[in-house]
């Protein structure tokens, strides 16, 4: 609900919002649940979410009021489309299949491709990235402000989400005091890299800043053609 009720909405898109119908229908109906980029009637933030809940804007054609650009679901169909069009084989794995077979999961792979938008990811997440690398494994990260939030899964049901809006870092509200620690692992919320984790470490790149405008393609650069660079594009 960011698009009516924040503040910021209009400082962040860099413009007037533009809100479908779909968006107004959402804010209307909140029975349909809470993301946790919404607040709770009190003001504080909402930390728990399912991906069981009707989400009504994460289809095809959706096109986000932050954006003119297709984004998030609408990226990531983009990236199988080029996949289909190439003639890759490919599968399509989710989070929660990672968090619970870990890098034997992504062993199976010769390359590994990120989606478009890989914001939050929980520590088994990060532990299978990191050890699918070591092992000599291929991946391709293609996304932007990626393994930023701690994320924890329902240790019974892992359908549940947590994650808690620390003390720093781009977020649509903050923790209280004393809030700070998850509930289902007891582990310190908010950035991962106030666990020592920060994305540099995961894919070498880190987020530092980001705007709402038009979103393009990757360009091969000159250098990338060079025999030495070869080995990265093979596969």
Not at 4 to 13: D, E, I, P, R
Not at 51 to 58: F, Y
Not at 122 to 151: H, P, T
Not at 188 to 212: E, H, N, Q, S
Request: glycine share 10%; charged share 20%.
């Amino acid at each position: 609900n960011l698009g009516t009720n924040s503040v910021v909405a209009q400082l962040l898109a860099g413009k007037v919002p533009v809100l479908a119908a779909s968006d107004l229908y959402l804010n209307e109906h909140r029975e349909y649940g809470l993301s946790t980029y919404s607040l709770h009637s009190d003001g504080s933030g909402v930390c728990y979410s399912s991906r069981l809940r009707p989400i009504l804007n994460m289809r095809p054609k959706y096109r986000h009021w932050l954006s003119p650009s297709l984004w998030q679901l609408n990226g990531d169909l983009h990236l199988t489309d080029w996949l289909e069009e190439k003639g890759f084989d490919f599968d399509c794995l989710t989070d929660e299949d990672l968090h619970i077979e870990g890098v034997d999961l992504l062993n199976r792979y010769q390359c590994v491709l990120t989606g478009s938008h890989p914001e939050y990811s929980s520590e088994k997440m990060l532990a299978a990235y990191e050890a699918y690398q070591l092992q000599g494994g291929r991946w391709i990260y293609l996304g932007a402000d990626g393994f930023y939030w701690v994320s924890e899964y329902h240790p019974d049901n892992p359908n549940i989400i947590e994650v808690r809006k620390g003390e720093a870092g781009t977020r649509a509200w903050t923790a209280n005091p004393g809030e700070y620690n998850n509930a289902f692992d007891g582990k310190y919320g908010g950035m991962w890299r106030a666990r020592g984790r920060i994305p540099t470490k995961v894919c070498g790149l880190t987020f530092t800043a980001y705007g709402f405008d038009v979103s393009s393609y990757y360009k091969r650069s000159d250098d990338s053609f060079k025999p030495e660079c070869s080995w990265i594009f093979e596969g």
